[in-house]
Antibody
């Protein structure tokens, strides 16, 4: 079964850092591009970041550019999101999602999400 | 303010057909594919329709998608109580160089 499981969320103070992980199983992780998508409490979905299959190409949404870094370890089948200089507006459930049909395609499947709360 | 515009809510009674619209522009829906996601209460989003009108394995044929110009639509026929969820459209935006989502439509089955 194709599965994605996020971890690493929690409560962090404004200005702090957190690293999220996404463990992949059931498919050839190294062959797929991956994304992070977030959802603030009671709000809609917002794309955060993209990484290609080798990790050589990354892209970020403007609100997180310069603060977040996406990376991957294909040998361990892990996707990461390093989040620095966190702000209250970064509070959200963070989902990892596999990209199908490339960067311009669709997301399938999604992980169950991990909650990040930025608050003092 | 989302780049793709969806009605915030929709409703219908069991057995009815409901349509959810998604309005975009020439930099997104007008030039590339539209995908739809279903998010049941308290769960992660799930791919419902991809490439305008294709259904992943396991998605009932009650769900259908279409596109016209810079807008797309999701139709749900034979509405069932388990269809009560939030529905999001998504597309690539060439001007923003990003995937963009609609604000979501919360479907209530009366």
């Amino acid at each position: 079964e194709v599965q994605l499981v996020e971890s690493g969320g929690g409560l962090v103070q404004p200005g702090g850092s957190l690293r999220l992980s996404c463990a992949a199983s059931g498919f050839t992780f190294s062959s797929y591009e991956m994304n992070w998508v977030r959802q603030a409490p009671g709000k809609g979905l917002e794309w955060v970041s993209y990484i290609n299959s080798s990790g050589s190409t990354v892209h970020y949404a403007d609100p997180v550019k310069g603060r977040f870094t996406v990376s991957r370890d294909n040998a361990k089948k892990l996707l990461y999101l390093q989040m620095n200089s966190l702000r209250a507006e970064d509070t959200a459930v963070y989902y990892c999602a596999r990209a199908v049909a490339g960067r311009f395609g669709w997301f399938d499947p999604w992980g169950q999400g991990t909650l990040v709360t930025v608050s003092s | 303010q989302s780049v793709l515009t969806q009605p915030p809510s929709a409703s219908g009674t069991p057995g009815q057909t409901v349509t959810i619209s998604c309005s975009g522009s020439s930099s997104n829906i007008g030039i590339t594919t539209v995908n739809w996601y279903q998010q049941l209460p308290g769960t992660a989003p799930k791919l419902l329709i991809y490439s305008y009108s294709q259904r992943p394995s396991g998605v009932p044929d009650r769900f259908s998608g279409s596109k016209s110009g810079t807008s797309a639509s999701l139709a749900i026929s034979g509405l069932q109580s388990e269809d009560e969820a939030a529905y999001y459209c998504a597309s690539w935006d060439d001007s923003l160089n990003a995937v963009v989502f609609g604000g979501g439509t919360k479907l209530t089955v009366l």
